[in-house]
């Protein structure tokens, strides 16, 4: 519990996440910084070239601009 894991999921990443549970074999994980909404939907629907594109963009959130 609470180990932290570098995850590559179908090409993108590394995602940062910890091991939020245990069940037997299987294993959830918390990420530290969510999946985007869009990058998830790829991921869902299996596109995965379209998924490594989006992992592969800048991460306009993260920057901040002060004024």
Do not use: C, N, Y
């Amino acid at each position: 519990m609470g180990e932290l894991l570098s995850l590559f999921i179908a090409g993108t990443g590394p995602h940062q996440a910890t091991v939020a549970w245990r069940h037997g074999t299987q294993v959830g994980v918390k990420f530290l910084k969510p999946l985007s909404a869009r990058l998830f939907r790829l991921l869902e629907h299996e596109e995965w070239e379209r998924a490594r594109a989006v992992d592969e963009e800048p991460d306009h959130r993260r920057q901040v601009r002060r004024i």
